[in-house]
T-cell receptor
Framework: AQSVTQPDIHITVSEGASLELRCNYS??????LFWYVQSPGQGLQLLLK????DTLVQGIKGFEAEFKRSQSSFNLRKPSVHWSDAAEYFC???????????????WGAGTKLIIKP | DAGVTQSPTHLIKTRGQQVTLRCSPK?????VSWYQQALGQGPQFIFQ???????QRGNFPDRFSGHQFPNYSSELNVNALLLGDSALYLC??????????????FGSGTRLTVV
């Protein structure tokens, strides 16, 4: 079955500290992978995506993610968090090739990031 | 450049009633998808519209229906509302023919509360 697991419901990090949010997926084919961020009362904003090629991808707001096929993981990282990074982060996967006209994204349950001053 | 616009932002309905949510996609986008996000959960795919037709449907009952208009805007209709339909309903649009390959643009959502 296709699924996305974000093991951490909440993560608390001090401002200026590094961050890593975990994402593991189960997918039958080579997936496309995404990280989105959702601030309170807001929609979802795309942080970064991985389709192919270099397994370390850079996104907006200083975020990066690394695709590890052997571990079925796509963890999100940031070297130094800012108070404005407090939000909920969602990992999502979709089919790399829509052979079966599958256009939907499968989402994790999200990780809420709390920043300590 | 206007992004995805959803209306209304908040809505309270009574069990058994019907509701219509609206979405205007980002300029230049022709594909609209709807997602339901329950509290504390990730979004769940409801359906996607392209060229005024439902292209794909998630695991939602027939009480959930939609429509896409020639200007690419879309409506989500939910009949016979249940308490469990309370959620944030998100609309996402994408550019011609690319599906989600370049990432969807999401609206801020409609918060539906069923009492």
């Amino acid at each position: 079955a296709q699924s996305v697991t974000q093991p951490d419901i909440h993560i608390t990090v001090s401002e200026g500290a590094s961050l890593e949010l975990r994402c593991n997926y189960s997918y039958g084919a080579t997936p496309y992978l995404f990280w989105y961020v959702q601030s309170p009362g807001q929609g979802l904003q795309l942080l970064l995506k991985y389709f192919s090629g270099d397994t370390l991808v850079q996104g907006i707001k200083g975020f990066e993610a690394e695709f590890k096929r052997s571990q079925s993981s796509f963890n999100l990282r940031k070297p130094s968090v800012h108070w404005s990074d407090a939000a909920e982060y969602f990992c999502a996967v979709g089919p790399g090739v829509s052979l079966d006209s599958n256009y939907q994204l499968i989402w994790g349950a999200g990780t809420k990031l709390i920043i300590k001053p | 450049d206007a992004g995805v616009t959803q209306s209304p932002t908040h809505l309270i309905k009574t069990r058994g009633q019907q509701v219509t949510l609206r979405c205007s996609p980002k300029s230049g986008h022709d594909t609209v998808s709807w997602y339901q996000q329950a509290l504390g959960q990730g979004p769940q795919f409801i359906f996607q519209y392209y060229e005024e037709e439902e292209r794909q449907r998630g695991n939602f009952p027939d009480r959930f229906s939609g429509h896409q208009f020639p200007n690419y805007s879309s409506e989500l209709n939910v009949n016979a509302l249940l308490l469990g339909d309370s959620a944030l309903y998100l609309c996402a649009s994408s550019s011609p023919g690319t599906g989600f390959f370049y990432g969807y643009t999401f609206g801020s959502g409609t918060r539906l509360t069923v009492v």
